[in-house]
């Protein structure tokens, strides 16, 4: 197990490598970028959606730059940014430098490898702030969402499939079936609209909090009143979050339990004198499970970095799916490809432990004899 376990570590380096290229590549090509947001913000054509994220890369510069752009108005010339006619091109080049766009993309790229083998992410372009600050101050939300949610999913999930399992065809199942087919159709962020609309003083109760994690005052709070207070403002966004994957997980544990019940080995057991119980749990349980296993790293890191931007938004919550999206939106490239390398990274860890998972699920399984 310790040849596989340091196979996979070292293929994770050039999957990594090739992740962080293949972005990097898609990025050039992308219209627009950190200097064109800058001029933009400075001609005062920047109408994005998050123009309100302005910061450091527009202050010295920016308050400088708009002088000298009035200043050198009457020398207009050419350049290869939209709306810089008119500003002054040592300027543009000073913006050029502070972004590193003073040198080809090539070395740019392998000077990011070389800072990120050591976790050094620099600072945000549009933030007074560094990257790997930025990610901590974000990762409570997204951790609450994503644990909370896969919880919830997997601990209602597992137990109601194997029960409709068990029930095949039976009223139960096909009732169960109908709520759960409707379920997986609905959206995410249409149900958590449904939701505040009922629930959080929309046209009917007002009962759950609409906006962050936390109620105003919440550190003079008793510990206890702390996680009353923190678990009533998670219901509505992680019950809007888990009624997909809900579904998904429901119906993909009940076919998997229905393939396993109908081999051959668990005719024998039953030809033993086994109960049903012993039969369900002893002998399918360990084998049915490996696929939901399979399945749970993606699902939680799907839910813990990408599934939440719209659930985030809704109710305010200022996390990792949110950063990213404004990270893309404002051409911030240093939180973009950070966010990118740390969840890669994670995805790749997080899959490997699943696969160890198997043997300790099912002995039989030995990843050693099997190329990688």
Request: a neutral charge; hydrophobic letters at 50%; aromatic letters at 12%.
């Amino acid at each position: 197990m310790g040849a596989y376990i340091l196979r996979r570590l070292l293929l994770m380096i050039p999957t990594l490598l090739g992740i962080m290229l293949v972005s990097f590549v898609i990025i050039q090509f992308a219209p627009g970028g950190p200097v064109e947001r800058v001029i933009a913000q400075l001609t005062g054509t920047d109408v994005g959606a998050t123009a309100r994220v302005g910061g450091s890369a527009g202050g010295d510069l920016g308050g400088t730059g708009q002088a000298q752009g009035q200043s050198a108005g009457d020398q207009g010339g050419s350049s290869k940014y939209r709306g810089a006619q008119g500003l002054d091109p040592e300027f543009i080049k000073r913006l050029e430098k502070q972004f590193g766009f003073d040198k080809p993309a090539h070395e740019r790229f392998l000077l990011m490898l070389k800072n990120y083998i050591t976790f050094n992410f620099g600072e945000s372009y549009f933030r007074d702030i560094s990257v790997i600050d930025l990610v901590i101050e974000k990762m409570p939300v997204s951790i609450s969402l994503g644990l909370w949610m896969t919880l919830l999913s997997y601990g209602i999930s597992i137990p109601l499939g194997i029960r409709k399992a068990v029930k095949d065809g039976t009223r139960f199942d096909v009732w169960t079936s109908g709520v759960i087919v409707i379920g997986y159709a609905i959206p995410g962020f249409l149900f958590a609209v449904l939701l505040i609309v009922l629930f959080a003083g929309g046209s009917f109760w007002d009962l759950f909090p609409l906006r962050g994690l936390t109620s105003d005052g919440f550190d003079l709070m008793s510990w206890p009143e702390k996680a009353v207070d923190y678990f009533w403002h998670l219901v509505l966004p992680i019950v809007s979050m888990a009624i997909g994957a809900f579904a998904t997980s429901t119906l993909l544990t009940k076919n998997s339990f229905l393939d396993e019940i109908r081999k051959q080995y668990v005719v024998t057991a039953r030809s033993k004198g086994l109960s049903e119980r012993q039969v369900l749990y002893g002998h399918v349980f360990r084998n049915a499970m490996l696929i939901i296993i399979a399945g749970f790293p993606g699902a939680f890191i799907g839910a813990f970095f990408a599934g939440s931007f719209l659930i985030e938004t809704i109710f305010s919550l200022d996390g990792l799916g949110l950063l990213g999206f404004e990270s893309v939106v404002n051409r911030d490239y240093p939180v973009v490809f950070a966010t990118l390398y740390i969840f890669s990274i994670m995805g790749l860890i997080v899959s490997l432990i699943s696969d160890l998972t198997y043997t300790w699920i099912d002995p039989r399984i030995d990843f050693e004899t099997r190329e990688v």
